[in-house]
């Protein structure tokens, strides 16, 4: 299992009418929390692009259980618990600091895809081997993100 948390503060522009965070910028969060377990692997998305490869979203889902609101301080957690094969699925909790229950939870699914053919691919070599040797050390770090 790898495991990451970054932190984010609620913006303005995050939030709704009701002045509660927009149920789309969990997806938004999800990506903070995703972009930084991967660079805390030491191998950041912009890496991956330039190497050819892209980890486009195939499949998203959101459960929401209480609202975020302007200016709280949030957690969001990415974990890992399986080494993908021809996906790699990273699942996610959002808490409010220093509260042990979410506000909301989901996961989201990536394809592997070569950025000369357009095509699926499997993952490269270089980042199986990034990932089994973060499986085989406890990872479980938090970055200011």
Not at 42 to 66: D, H, M, Q
Not at 67 to 89: F, G
Request: no cysteine.
């Amino acid at each position: 299992m790898i495991k990451h948390t970054a932190q984010i503060r609620v913006r303005y522009a995050d939030t709704d009418q009701m002045k509660v965070v927009y149920h789309g910028k969990y997806l938004e969060y999800f990506e903070v929390g995703r972009a930084a377990l991967i660079r805390s692997l030491g191998l950041p998305y912009s890496e991956l692009e330039t190497r050819g490869i892209l980890l486009p979203v195939i499949e998203a889902f959101a459960r929401y259980r209480k609202p975020a609101r302007y200016d709280d301080l949030l957690s969001i957690e990415a974990l890992v618990s399986e080494l993908p094969k021809a996906t790699l699925k990273i699942q996610y909790q959002v808490f409010r600091s220093h509260e042990e229950e979410p506000l909301a939870e989901g996961y989201t699914i990536h394809s592997f895809l070569n950025v000369i053919t357009g095509k699926p691919t499997r993952p490269p070599l270089y980042f199986m081997q990034i990932m089994e040797k973060a499986f085989t050390v406890p990872v479980d770090s938090v970055g200011q993100d």
